[in-house]
């Protein structure tokens, strides 16, 4: 059974799903595309054999579209998820659900009124097989109680429009959600501390930025983010626990000596890196829609990634420690 | 656009590139099955809404189907692969491509007669990112000529159905052709040694075997096929040259630091370790179909692979060093 | 030449160390060792052919010792060093140099007026290969400057009568120093902050406990203090610099397939970690007296380590960011 | 108790054990030294306050001298080594024992006549901390017999002097003996394979060299010897067992991201990868002394190395597999 998919935005990250449902995943189909820039949309529904509407909106009331993917600007978000609701259609939103926590709670309450899940946020990680790996021997318990988590993440470089609350809002709110799911329990603090800059960045940008978490439980949580590292696209996460550690591998590479040193290539690029976890988020996206079930991030992750980036936001513009204030989680969403 | 598929033999090889097919190439959709056993592909034909054929001569035959899969009994292999060369249609055929060198000559005579290239062999390494890195290293030259490779083979355990000659035939055969698409040029001579046997096999089989192989150019191949080690399904290949070595990746897993070891799992299936490069192989060959343009192994490598297994089985009963001898490569298969 | 020793303290360190200078060192001999229990210096000294003395204050005095090693209870360090100074004899002294940071200033006062350094602190990491190997790459500037270090300092167990100040003063200060010499530049503040505490530990214990350092340039520097990790010794350190990291290896060790998993050891105690550092830092110390030119840790380093792990104990009772403050930098020890 | 060392040999292996026995082994002294040239014997003497004597009998024949080391041109080595147990002098003799089996079996006889050991030849890499554990680890039994080894030994390059059969008698000789040491048999046949040459070599030599060795019980040992290899120093070593596989580890070394690499540097030099265990052999051998009872590799060992290496030879001109045919070891050499 396929499963007809509107794409609305269709940048590049859009374009990039619509590829990724077209020749890598199968069951789904996408029927139709919008963007702001109609021409765009008009090309990318071309290649496809899709059709180009003029609105999310059209898309989302299309009879023809089962299924929505939000890959529009981010303000656009939360207007499309909460059609979406309202249209009892599932949507797959790439992050943020929404800009605002106060509309993620808007979302939140519309998927209770309609009774069921139908919201997925495209938090990738956690289809990545490192993450997944870790994942199982936490939850298998050999390792007794997570104490600690040590995380990098690091891109060679980034454009001049980055700006330092990027870090948290766009950049760590990755690890935000990969904490959040390994340790299954939610963050109570941020904290965010700026080390010597960097040379190679743009004057504006405080960079690395090295925050900290703490969660419910007290375990501790440390992330550098340095996104002119230069040398690569470079993901680290190892989690302490009361009898071992456990550490996400680098990917695997050729191992080459020559000229005096052994060597293995460093990715350059996050499409690289979680190119097989983008592909593994939708395969499993579409087999829950058509189970009936989704399993994915929800609309509750979305919130609480929303909450603590802004409490992180806040701890990079105070310097101080910033609690995280959460409302209790509904029913829907698990305990 | 669809490429639809007949697929003839559906056992667990013909049900996995089945599943591969319909759930993880897009592009491509299986509209016919046939089995020896007729209930299994009954079966397994209305898992997949297909239909179920008599023989495979029906499903060649079968005006809905545009290319054919053949994963029946290896000795049933030539006789499909001919037809589908009669009836110009594109066919993959898993290794081997015919049991004898002499049916592997006369199918590629068929496709000679016809004109263009219709048959790919299923060797599906050439597909492993970790080889493709290496090939690529390789033919880029900084690290000069190949002089040397060091492989290994080794799986848990096998069957009781398994006997010596079988570590050629069916196990070796995958190095041998990677060897010749790594180094691109022929491989001249092979020997067998038999080292001290392990306890842990049943009494009639030899193993480990440890294989040697030259090449045209005087590269020298040494081969362990180890089908019992009881650690893991283990590939290992390191190729040796003037400026530097390369060597593959063992897969990349999470990293344990527990109980006074750091460590990290052996997979124990080929089917895990080669899984990514058996998706890759389809996606490929659909989109080779599409191009009109077949690029992976030819009906040439799998004469190339029959005739030195032959020779690596003459070894294993003789244990001498035994010549392989090829016909001229017809210009079908390039220079 | 050789150099003739005498050892105030013949514990467990003192006697590694005695078994250092007779066994592993060339060129030194102990002559005269002292203990508090006189007749465990009696046994010890007849094992060697040295002498046992009464007091600490008789082996600096005896005219035929030239150098003097402090391995006694800490408190009584300060008063042996001094003397030492006063006599005008070489003395190395295991950390800490004194237990205050005004009897290390007392210390410093004395070897100015003396006018030359007599005095070598018993850091021992600055002699380990990864160390040195890191900061030599590091001073040739090839990663620009330093920005964060990323440290764990693992323990399998520690005894009963360890306590949670001890993480900072007796563990956390070998990485004070390695991180001041590494750097080459002084911290100027320290944060310890708990995380959940592990079930593997007395009662009265904060374990682990992660510490922050920040140096005079802005550096961060994050240390993992655990020490009833279960799993091993385990000495993490990663700089990361402008243009790329560096990081310690794990210690080399036999790589074993067997039963589904790839492991190494993981080594269990610091002697074994550290035991070519230890022996490296008595062949350097006795060849720089032969020079006439101490090379290693000074004073200062002594003097630095105990403030700054003063403010680390005062961080950690406080749970607050503690400033360093250091007295001016004599010329006797370097700019 | 110092042991008293006269060195027959005074060109650069001689002097670096010199240098060791005076600055990293405790317990011994360099007494009298001599050699071809005699004002390098003076001058080295005299760096070291021993004294530089006309001949290697007058070195052997000294009564202050305890314990001979022969480092000089290998043909001398027998007169050298009969002398001493003539003198009833422990010996050191650096590989060869010498250049003929039959006169490595004179010193046996001699030995034998003497009734217990003297000599102990320069096998250095039974003293190195990675095969140690790999022997431990074998002998344990936990991965059940070994079947297979494979060995590579490379160095960056050779100087012209160098030919093709020194690869066995110089190079695979140190493997020769690991392997008898590690497996406790015997090797009962070789075989020399020759690869294409690698372009990075002087005319006559053929490099590199591929080595088969099978052992008494059936374990089949391959072994590359690449000279040229470029790259560095490299010594691999996996022995593969009936329930698994131990590998050598690669030296330690930091590890270093940047430039879109990551990598560690590769030894250029055996000294610097066989250091450790140069000092170890010495210690060890000087404390066997103290003991009166060697455990260090025997004229047996000297002599098996000769008797194989000759074969190795003889595979090497022939291409052919040669067998090993050894005498029946002595009782004093154990069973």
């Not at 059209?58 to 309202?86: N, R």
């Not at 990545?128 to 936490?138: N, S």
């Not at 470079?234 to 550690?245: L, P, S």
């Not at 996400?248 to 060597?263: N, S």
Request: proline content about 4%; glycine content about 8%.
């Amino acid at each position: 059974m396929t499963v007809h998919i509107g794409v609305i935005g269709t940048g590049m990250i859009g374009q990039d799903h619509i590829r990724r449902l077209t020749d890598v995943v199968t069951g789904a189909e996408v029927v139709a595309v919008t963007d702001v820039d109609g021409a765009r949309a008009a090309e990318v529904a071309s290649g496809i054999g899709a059709r180009a509407l003029p609105t999310g909106q059209d898309v989302i009331a299309d009879p023809l579209v089962d299924a929505v993917v939000v890959t529009s600007w981010g303000p656009t978000h939360a207007e499309y998820v909460l059609a979406a609701i309202e249209a009892g259609k599932y949507v797959f939103c790439e992050k943020p659900l929404a800009t605002t926590a106060e509309d993620c709670l808007r979302i939140i309450e519309a998927e209770q009124t309609f009774g069921r899940r139908l919201v997925q946020v495209g938090f990738m990680r956690r289809y990545d097989a490192g993450y997944r790996a870790m994942k199982q021997l936490l939850d298998g318990g050999q390792l007794g109680h997570p104490l600690m988590m040590h995380c990098a993440h690091r891109n060679p470089t980034v454009p001049e429009a980055y700006h330092s609350a990027m870090a948290v809002q766009d950049t760590a709110v990755h690890e935000i959600d990969t904490i959040r799911w390994l340790l299954e329990e939610e963050i109570v603090s941020a904290q965010v501390i700026q080390p010597r800059r960097t040379a190679n960045r743009f004057e504006h940008l405080a960079d690395p930025q090295f925050m900290l978490f703490e969660t419910e439980s007290g375990v501790r949580v440390d992330l550098e983010v340095f996104v002119n590292c230069q040398f690569g696209y470079d993901i680290q996460c190892e989690t302490v626990c009361e009898a071992g550690t456990v550490r996400l591998p680098d990917p695997a590479d050729v191992i080459v000596k020559t000229g005096a040193v052994q060597r293995t290539g460093v990715l350059q690029d996050w499409k690289d890196r979680f190119g097989a976890a983008f592909d593994r988020e939708f395969v499993e996206w579409i087999a829950s829609i058509d189970d009936g079930r989704l399993a994915g991030p929800s609309a509750w992750d979305g919130y609480a990634a929303a909450v603590i980036t802004d409490a992180g936001t806040e701890a990079l513009h105070t310097q101080r420690v910033v609690s995280v204030r959460l409302k209790d989680r509904p029913d829907l969403y698990g305990s």
